[in-house]
């Protein structure tokens, strides 16, 4: 990540260009990961509830263990990588609330993917969590994204 | 470094720890951790009605984990640069065993099933000793972090 040694960003034009085409895509890939979710493990607490725990009214069996841990399994991959290098940037160009929104986003990022073994093995009030804490990271990543692309135009990061 | 820098890895850390965690569940829900389960996992079982893998069946489960174990191996050691453990012989042997060991648990499944299955025993050898390098590649990381 050499553009974390770049003294002057903004002077960068080639750098800063690259920069904000990542965002895009990081920008493309969180709303993306939004629709994805919402046609198939569900973004809403009645839904998550129905994939995780199946309904017999509705004739829905649960989600298998094998396949609950490989979705997890590949969630926190992704999200570990979007988040590290979105926060790299943001990092790079943000002076003031870089560490309470770093906090924020990870600490939610972090927690979504505890509470969704929780509400799976222990008990479905940890779907509220989840649900709670996907939106709250999503949300934040989308910010930073916008602020970072607004930085990367500014006179001078 | 950077105290923003020094959090964002402090992070990425507990991320490894979660990934590590689904990991070690997903391989005992789906292979075992004994001999047998890992053989029976590959060259099935006829009384069971275990089918047996194919070469092209392991080579699509590995495909994503080659690039995968390459990149958060990659990513974490260097990582290490940044630290005091800087070129230290110790930080040379330990990239090499790294990546030796996630190319072994990677590739061990072929040679269990063109039939030397003692190689299920590596299987399990490689995957928990690449499991526990990362451990300690993290802890040298939250460790340089916090008090160096």
Avoid: C
């Avoid at chain 1, 750098?15 to 809403?44: E, R």
């Avoid at chain 2, 720890?17 to 292979?31: C, G, P």
């Amino acid at each position: 990540m050499k553009f974390t040694l770049i003294n002057n960003l903004q002077k960068d034009s080639a750098m800063s260009l690259i920069l904000k085409g990542f965002l895009v895509f990081i920008l493309l890939y969180l709303i993306s990961n939004i629709l994805v979710m919402n046609s198939g493990f569900g973004i809403s607490i009645e839904d998550i509830s129905t994939t995780l725990f199946g309904n017999e009214e509705e004739y829905i069996d649960p989600i298998t263990e094998a396949t609950f841990l490989e979705f997890w399994h590949t969630e926190i991959f992704f999200i570990m990588m979007i988040l590290l290098t979105l926060n790299a940037i943001f990092i790079r160009v943000a002076k003031r609330s870089r560490i309470i929104l770093t906090n924020i986003l990870m600490l939610s990022a972090v927690s979504s993917l505890i509470s969704l073994p929780l509400a799976y093995y222990i008990s479905d009030f940890f779907v509220n969590i989840y649900v709670l804490a996907f939106f709250t990271w999503h949300f934040i990543a989308i910010y930073v994204i916008f602020y970072s692309f607004w930085k990367l135009n500014a006179k001078s990061v | 470094m950077q105290k923003a820098y020094k959090l964002s890895i402090l992070y990425y850390l507990a991320f490894t720890l979660l990934l590590i965690t689904s990991a070690v569940m997903l391989f005992e829900n789906k292979i075992g951790f004994s001999y047998a389960s890992v053989l029976e996992y590959y060259i099935g079982n006829e009384e069971r009605f275990i089918p047996a893998k194919s070469s092209l069946g392991v080579l699509k489960i590995i495909l994503p984990h080659i690039f995968v174990f390459g990149l958060l191996s990659m990513v974490l050691l260097h990582f290490l640069v940044f630290t005091a453990h800087r070129y230290k012989r110790n930080t040379i042997i330990l990239i090499y065993t790294t990546f030796l060991t996630a190319i072994l648990e990677m590739f061990t499944p072929f040679f269990i099933l063109n039939g030397y299955e003692f190689f299920a025993y590596i299987k399990l050898f490689s995957f928990f000793v690449f499991l526990a390098l990362v451990v300690y590649i993290s802890w040298l990381l939250f460790y340089s972090i916090t008090y160096d």
